[in-house]
C-alpha cells in the first residue's frame, strides 16, 4: 500500500506562473513532512520541510501547505523559474520510528517552460 | 566536504554475482540510509543504520545486507544478484541535532543493473 502518493506523474508550468505539486497520504502518524528535489543523475536535495503542529512554512519562493484533516500537502513556487525543472518528491516520517524513516511518494516531473 | 559520496556510479552484473556498493560520509553524521529507486515507485528504504556498528531493516530489506564498522561508512552487500534488484541505489546521512527531525543529505547514487 502506498502511504504517501504524489498523482500527477508530471507537471508544466510557464516561466513566471505558480507551480502547485500535491501529495496525499493514508497514515494518520505521519507528524513531518519533507520535499526533496532530484535533478537527472544526481541524488535527492532537501527543500522545504513542515512539522504536522503547523499548517504553512514559507522559504523564499517555496511554500509548503498542510491540511491535516484531508491528509493532504502542496507545494507552491512562485514565481516559477527554468531552474526549477526537476522531479519533486515528498516524504512523511513518524515520531516513534525511529533513526528518521522517511516514506516517498513516486515524485512529480515538473518542467518549467520559458 | 565532499558530503555523501557513493562507489561505483554504474555497475552490471550477471544473476548470481556479488557485489559491494560503498558509501561515505564526511560531516560526522550519526544516522545513515540506504535506499532504492524504482521507476513510478519513489525511493525506498532497504536497511538503516543509527549509529557504528548498528544495523536495522527498512521496507525492503530482502536480498540485501549492510554493514556500518566505520561511523563514516555504509556498506550495502548483494550476495546473490537478481533481475528484481536492477535498481538506482541511494545512501543518506542524517545529523542528530536538537530538532526532532533533521533532513536527510543524500549521495548522487548508483545504478546498478542485474543481467
Known amino acids: 500500500d502506498q502511504q504517501v502518493k504524489q498523482n500527477s506523474p508530471s507537471l508544466s508550468v510557464q516561466e513566471g506562473r505558480i507551480s502547485i505539486l500535491n501529495c496525499d497520504y493514508t497514515n494518520s502518524m505521519f507528524d513531518y513532512f519533507l520535499w526533496y528535489k532530484k535533478y537527472p543523475a544526481e541524488g535527492p536535495t532537501f527543500l522545504i520541510s513542515i512539522s504536522s503542529i503547523k499548517d504553512k512554512n514559507e522559504d523564499g519562493r517555496f511554500t509548503v501547505f498542510l491540511n491535516k484533516s484531508a491528509k493532504h500537502l502542496s507545494l507552491h513556487i512562485v514565481p516559477s523559474q527554468p531552474g526549477d525543472s526537476a522531479v519533486y518528491f515528498c516524504?512523511?516520517?513518524?515520531?516513534?520510528?525511529?533513526?528518521?524513516?522517511?516514506?516517498f511518494g513516486q515524485g512529480t516531473r515538473l518542467t518549467i517552460n520559458p | 566536504n565532499a558530503g555523501v559520496t557513493q562507489t561505483p556510479k554504474f555497475r552490471v552484473l550477471k544473476t548470481g554475482q556479488s557485489m559491494t556498493l560503498l558509501c561515505a560520509q564526511d560531516m560526522n553524521h550519526e544516522y545513515m540510509y540506504w535506499y532504492r529507486q524504482d521507476p513510478g515507485m519513489g525511493l525506498r528504504l532497504i536497511h538503516y543504520?543509527?549509529?557504528?556498528?548498528?544495523?536495522a531493516k527498512g521496507e525492503v530489506p530482502d536480498g540485501y545486507n549492510v554493514s556500518r564498522l566505520k561511523k563514516q561508512n555504509f556498506l550495502l552487500g548483494l550476495e546473490s544478484a537478481a533481475p528484481s534488484q536492477t535498481s538506482v541505489y541511494f545512501c543518506?546521512?542524517?545529523?542528530?541535532?536538537?530538532?526532532?527531525?533533521?533532513?536527510?543529505?543524500f549521495g548522487p547514487g548508483t545504478r546498478l543493473t542485474v543481467l
Open positions: 516524504a512523511a516520517s513518524a515520531r516513534g520510528q525511529g533513526a528518521q524513516k522517511l516514506v
Open positions: 543504520s543509527v549509529g557504528e556498528g548498528t544495523t
Open positions: 543518506a546521512s542524517s545529523p542528530v541535532w536538537g530538532r526532532q527531525y533533521n533532513e536527510q543529505f
